[in-house]
Nanobody, 127 residues
Framework: QVLLVESGGGLVQPGGSLELSCAASGGTAGTYAMGWFRQAPGKDREFVGTMIWSGGSTFYADSVKGRFTISRDSAKKTVFLQMNSLKVEDTAVYYC????????????????????WGQGTQVTVSS
């Protein structure tokens, strides 16, 4: 069992920045990746980015590439999502997700790959 606790959401103006954090606890020894997804009102949940825990490689959705950055504090088992140059269309509930090592058809950008989810944190970009 892995518990994910997110924080850092809020209201920001277009062009502004915000940083989300996600702290993992519990059975995290077999972490393969920790990622971020988001869901805007009336839309499906979509991939934002993820970090492969061993080595720290990161992958991003095209819509956020160059604006969002994922980093981590390994000792605290915490992953961060730094969001810069925010746009109105970035408004959504952001979810942290965790996946362990396993045989699966699903890639790291597919939500079905992930085993545990945070509660979500609202990010609103508005003037």
């Amino acid at each position: 069992q892995v518990l994910l606790v997110e924080s850092g959401g809020g209201l920001v103006q277009p062009g502004g920045s915000l940083e989300l954090s996600c702290a993992a606890s519990g059975g995290t020894a077999g972490t393969y990746a920790m990622g971020w997804f988001r869901q805007a009102p009336g839309k499906d949940r979509e991939f934002v980015g993820t970090m492969i825990w061993s080595g720290g490689s990161t992958f991003y959705a095209d819509s956020v590439k160059g604006r969002f950055t994922i980093s981590r504090d390994s000792a605290k088992k915490t992953v961060f999502l730094q969001m810069n140059s925010l746009k109105v269309e970035d408004t959504a509930v952001y979810y942290c997700a965790w996946t362990g090592y396993k045989s699966t058809f699903y890639g790291v950008s597919d939500e079905l790959r992930y085993d545990y989810w945070g509660q979500g944190t609202q990010v609103t970009v508005s003037s």
